[in-house]
């Protein structure tokens, strides 16, 4: 046992290192002003007022959480449907069609993002809606793979016992495969929901500096600005944020469960 215990060593120096040094350091900034010395630290927590007073990052911070749960919503709307017809596929098939969902999650966000970018560009769409286009094909792969995996993970017999009991495919579906999918909705949710919300690179390429979403502006406190502080406390704003919603689709996968 102790060796064993031993071999996680290198995992427990690499959380340390990359994990938790640079969230102490993340708070140590937010809780401090511009311009403290090495050895004197002013605490304070005016960046965490100063972004909850001003109304214009308080409305930076709603479009991202409204377009994240757009994006989470046009998913699940498109991802289970999909997920439930490939599930319903030969094994062959289902391979075939997961390598397919897959391939696109091998290129570089990058690439995609840019590709998107030359598409939309002929197009005379809204800025945020060019935003949620690109969003939405980044993330979809993520519901799909989820609910297919639950999907796929159902006793077929529990199908075949439904229908002898009486009920027809949308009654067997509602009762059956519906609420036994819902774990594999939740990390749908979760895989989706989260890197949207905090998502940078895809508003910046598509949204043309029209759409200012909650990730570009800590990027251009730490990058343009150079104001550490305030970014570190937007930063620990938004950790929070992704904390509680973890903590609720985990508590939802749970009452599922126990269902």
């Not at 343009?224 to 305030?230: E, L, M, R, S």
């Amino acid at each position: 046992m102790k060796s064993f215990f031993r071999m996680s060593y290198p995992y427990i120096l690499w959380i340390g290192i990359f994990i938790v040094a640079p969230m102490l350091m993340i708070f140590l900034y937010s809780i401090t002003n511009t311009g403290n010395e090495t050895l004197t630290f002013q605490f304070t927590a005016d960046n965490f007022a100063r972004f909850f007073r001003d109304p214009d990052f308080v409305r930076i911070l709603i479009t991202s959480l409204r377009i994240a749960l757009l994006t989470t919503i046009v998913c699940l709307l498109i991802g289970y449907p999909a997920a439930l017809f490939i599930a319903n596929l030969s094994d062959r098939k289902q391979t075939f069609m997961i390598l397919l969902m897959t391939l696109p999650m091998w290129i570089n966000m990058v690439l995609k993002t840019y590709a998107w970018r030359g598409i939309l560009m002929n197009f005379d769409f809204a800025s945020e809606f060019k935003v949620f286009i690109g969003m939405v094909y980044d993330f979809l792969p993520f519901m799909i793979i989820q609910i297919h995996t639950a999907i796929a993970k159902l006793d077929p017999n529990l199908l075949v016992a439904a229908h002898d009991l009486g009920a027809n495919k949308v009654k067997s579906f509602l009762k059956v495969t519906l609420p036994l999918s819902v774990p594999g909705i939740i990390s749908g949710i979760t895989l989706v929901f989260l890197p949207a919300v905090s998502s940078f690179f895809i508003p910046k390429m598509l949204g043309n500096g029209n759409v200012v979403l909650i990730g570009n502006l800590i990027e251009m406190c730490f990058k343009k600005t150079g104001d550490w502080n305030f970014g570190s406390a937007i930063s620990l704003i938004m950790a929070l944020i992704i904390i509680t919603s973890m903590w609720a689709t985990k508590k939802l996968d749970r009452s599922a469960q126990e269902d």
